[in-house]
């Protein structure tokens, strides 16, 4: 071992007590007790590599189980060897229930065998620990990587944005060009028809330009990544249409068009989401659909509005998944994005380990992206199976006040 291990011993026999402690001599540190009490402070406080627990201590209103159960709501790591002089059965399954490392039966267990499990207990600790340590650090590094993830998502998605609407200025304002050099020729040479076509023309280009300019400028991209709900002038179908154009331009010119449908809302309402980020979170749920639907089957994606989204959640047909942190927490009028697809080898087992695992390609299709994208929003996604087998994702955004 790597360094002096420190063994507690709990025991409210004091002749017990003396004998344990000659028994781990040279072992390592000795913290004794007599009452569970201080026992389980000093447990709260002070990292130990193995405890040596009485069973029966009449004197006080807790025993060694119960003492063991209340360490397991803290320290789930802990060795602890059990101490009694009893050896029916019935303990033996209570041993089992709060993961008692061994059991050590007074007047049978030599001081040799007693030394041999302590030590083995407190490198069972230290081994317990250090893979509870990695896997905590593992945690954390997935975490920073999934939040650097969703800032990258967003930030490729805003420069899609706006590299659209600079390529579009674009190419009206190099037909805008042409026309001006053949109003220049035509003045020249005095040609009145040509003269009023493209001044026609020039003026439905020019006016098609201001019009694009001030849809951008006022739609839902044009606020920042910063805005709240209440700032929101995001609409429904914008989204809607911007997800349109993403998947027609992803699926090329010279390529099949894509399985899907796309249908937005007959009357169109603002909503009380920052655009690229649920632009973001339902591009990754239609990407998860395509990937996994079944052969000459399209996806589907819908929008209505519901009144109560709790209630609505409750009313649908089970088996379901239900995340909704934050939509419980409000009231009111949700809009209700509905993508659905026949998704046959993707049971909802599979659908919930992936909203919290991690992808072999975390930019495409990634149902993490959706809590990613959307903290701190008030959005909650569910999942259901309707009659006819038909995966279907709900994804609640609330309809801006």
């Known amino acids: 071992m790597t360094s002096q291990p420190t063994i507690m011993i709990l025991e409210d026999e004091r002749p017990q007590l ?48 119960d003492f063991m159960r209340s360490v397991r709501e803290f320290d789930k790591d802990l060795c602890v060897i059990i101490r009694t002089g009893d050896a029916s059965p019935d303990l033996a399954d209570g041993a089992i229930e709060v993961r008692a490392f061994r059991r050590a039966i007074k007047g049978r267990t030599s001081i040799t065998e007693l030394r041999e499990l302590t030590m083995a207990a407190v490198q069972e600790t230290r081994d317990r620990r250090q893979l509870s340590a990695d896997a905590a650090n593992t945690t954390a590094v997935k975490t920073q990587w999934a939040q650097a993830l969703g800032s990258v998502e967003e930030a490729i998605s805003v420069t899609d944005s706006y590299k659209g609407i600079v390529h579009g200025i674009r190419n009206q304002l190099t037909a805008i ?13 005095g040609q009145a028809h040509l003269l009023n076509d493209y001044v026609a023309k020039n003026k439905l280009l020019v006016e098609r330009l ?77 990407e998860f659909c395509l990937q996994r639907r079944a052969p000459k089957s399209t996806i589907r994606l819908t929008a209505h509005c519901v009144d109560h989204a709790v209630s609505a959640i409750d009313s649908l047909s089970s088996p379901k998944l239900v995340f909704t942190e934050h939509l419980m927490s409000r009231d009111g ?69």
Not at 25 to 40: M, R, S, V, W, Y
Not at 177 to 189: D, I
Not at 240 to 249: A, D, G, T, V
């Open 177 to 189: 060009a042409g026309v001006a050099e053949v109003l220049t020729e035509a003045a020249k040479r």
């Open 18 to 65: 003396l004998a344990v402690r000659a028994a781990l001599h040279g072992i390592g540190t000795i913290q004794e007790f007599a009452d569970p009490h201080p026992a389980l402070a000093f447990l709260r406080c002070h990292a130990v590599d193995a405890a040596i627990v009485d069973i029966h201590m009449p004197r006080f209103q807790i025993d060694g189980m």
């Open 333 to 401: 009028i949700y809009l209700a994005f509905r993508i659905s697809g026949h998704l046959p080898a993707t049971p909802l087992e599979e659908i919930r380990r992936s909203f919290h695992d991690f992808p072999d390609d975390p930019h495409s299709g990634n149902l993490q992206m959706i809590s990613l994208a959307l903290r701190g929003e008030l959005a909650g996604v569910t999942v259901h199976l309707d009659r006819d087998e038909t995966t279907v994702f709900n994804l609640y955004v609330p309809i801006s006040r």
């Open 210 to 286: 201001l019009a694009d300019v001030n849809t951008f400028l006022d739609g839902p991209f044009s606020e920042t990544l910063r805005s709240t709900p209440n700032e929101g002038r995001t609409t429904a179908n914008g989204v809607i249409e911007s997800l349109q154009k993403h998947f027609l331009k992803s699926s090329g010119k010279d390529a099949d068009p894509l399985p899907l449908s796309i249908v937005g809302l007959s009357q169109n309402m603002f909503i009380s989401a920052p655009p690229i980020r649920l632009l973001i979170a339902m591009r990754h749920l239609v």
